[in-house]
Nanobody, 124 residues
Framework: QVQLVESGGGLVQAGGSLRLSCAASGGTFSTYAMGWFRQAPGKEREFVAAVSWTDPRTYYADAVKDRFTISRDNAKNTLYLRMNSLKPEDTAVYYC?????????????????WGQGTQVTVSS
């Protein structure tokens, strides 16, 4: 059973930066497509970024493009999300997700495993 544990969330002022980490265990991390999603209060969970298990290729939601960077370190079984120029509207619980079967996944229902989430709060 794959387990995903996010960390690195916190409170930051607008314009600041954070780096989220997602530690994976129990599976073959290097062969999983990985992604980040977020859920703000009162809203549905939404796609943030994804990275393939090969090449690797990345894909971003328009709202975070040019501000966020997704990356992975297969030697450490860890997924990262570097977030720069944070805005109050980035406030949400951030989740990492893993998929065993696809190269790159962009939708929530494609993912097989989910972490518990880490809170990111951006103050204005």
């Amino acid at each position: 059973q794959v387990q995903l544990v996010e960390s690195g969330g916190g409170l930051v002022q607008a314009g600041g930066s954070l780096r989220l980490s997602c530690a994976a265990s129990g599976g073959t991390f290097s062969t999983y497509a990985m992604g980040w999603f977020r859920q703000a209060p009162g809203k549905e969970r939404e796609f943030v970024a994804a990275v393939s298990w090969t090449d690797p290729r990345t894909y971003y939601a328009d709202a975070v493009k040019d501000r966020f960077t997704i990356s992975r370190d297969n030697a450490k079984n860890t997924l990262y999300l570097r977030m720069n120029s944070l805005k109050p509207e980035d406030t949400a619980v951030y989740y990492c997700a893993a998929d065993r079967d696809s190269t790159l996944c962009l939708t929530e229902d494609e993912y097989d495993y989910w972490g518990q989430g880490t809170q990111v709060t951006v103050s204005s």
